[in-house]
Every structure is written in C-alpha cells, then in structure tokens.
C-alpha cells in the first residue's frame, strides 16, 4: 500500500483508524501498476505497453508494404508476425466462459428445436 504516502491503511484498518469500507475503497482504487493489479492480470503489462507493440506491428507492416511495393517480386515480401503480448488471464477465463455459455446456448436452442420422434 505504498500508492498511500505517508500512511499505513493496514496499520489505520488495525489500529480501527479506519472501516472496512474505507480500506476496501483505497484497494479497489490502486493505479493499475500496483502489485495487486498485476497479479489480477498475470503480467506486468499495462496499457502504454501495449500500445508501444501496435505502434511497433504497425511500422513492421508498414516497412513490408513499403518493400513489396517497390520490390520486383512483391509476392516474395512475407509480412512480419506481430510481437508476443501476455496473455491476460483473468480476460482469457472471461472468454471461456463467454464461450461455454454461448456453446451451451446454442445447444439448448437445437434442442429445442428438434422434433422428437421417438414419442410418435
């Protein structure tokens, strides 16, 4: 809890300086570069880091578009992959279970759909 300057929240929280409540507050208001967002996260990455790899994507490409362009085989010019970026956990588990839910949805939905007839 460093983010607090010349205050202790845990030792205010214990010392009962503060609620609960209070100290909840100041835990969900952490910058996004405190310890406890890169642990939600899985990574260190933040947003700036981020758009310093589009940037870096977007000059690679357009590099290889400039080559192709003014080559006299442009077919032969591959395009650059795009750097690795960390994978964000707590993002990759929310689409799974987008998915799943999706997934069983449509089952459902077929289900429902399908006449039965074996009863007939």
Known sequence: MQTYPGRDPLGEYFREEITLRQLRVMVEHLPQDSALHRAVRGHGWQESEYLLAEVAD????????????????????????????????????RKAEERAYAEQ??????SALTPDYADT
Do not use: G
């Open 58 to 93: 977007a000059v690679r490409t357009l590099a290889a578009i400039t080559v192709a362009v003014n080559s006299k085989r442009p077919k032969s010019v591959k395009m650059p992959e795009p750097l690795p970026r960390p994978i964000d956990e707590a993002d990759e588990a």
């Open 105 to 110: 949805a449509y089952s459902d939905l077929v």
